[in-house]
Nanobody, 120 residues
Framework: QVQLVESGGGLVQAGGSQRLSCAASGLTFSTYSMAWFRQAPGQEREFVASISWSRNTSPRYADSVKGRFSISRDNAKNRMYLQMNTLKPEDTAEYYC????????????WGQGTQVTVSS
């Protein structure tokens, strides 16, 4: 019954911006930590950014996106966002939304992914 649905992907020029959204249902969204991952062809799935269930914990970012991407959430809307600025061709990947219950080591739920393609 848990469902995560990503949206907002598409084709964008290098240097441009894109905003991804993850809509969650079937879970108590506010109790889950959320994250964005991405996977490029021939590469492993890579951590991008995460945001805790707790407002006392700061968001975490991969070094490759620090200063360019910003993760946020709106618990009232059961949504998580990823604002991507100054996009680079190496950001091209399928972006996935993940949900993790505190105390668990793995993300139990995943969305279907949304493709982001950055052209140069």
């Amino acid at each position: 019954q848990v469902q995560l649905v990503e949206s907002g992907g598409g084709l964008v020029q290098a240097g441009g911006s894109q905003r991804l959204s993850c809509a969650a249902s079937g879970l108590t969204f506010s109790t889950y930590s959320m994250a964005w991952f991405r996977q490029a062809p021939g590469q492993e799935r890579e951590f991008v950014a995460s945001i805790s269930w707790s407002r006392n914990t700061s968001p975490r970012y991969a070094d490759s996106v620090k200063g360019r991407f910003s993760i946020s959430r709106d618990n009232a809307k059961n949504r998580m966002y990823l604002q991507m600025n100054t996009l680079k061709p190496e950001d091209t990947a399928e972006y996935y939304c993940g949900a993790r219950y505190p105390g668990q080591t793995e993300y139990a739920y995943w969305g279907q992914g949304t493709q982001v393609t950055v052209s140069s």
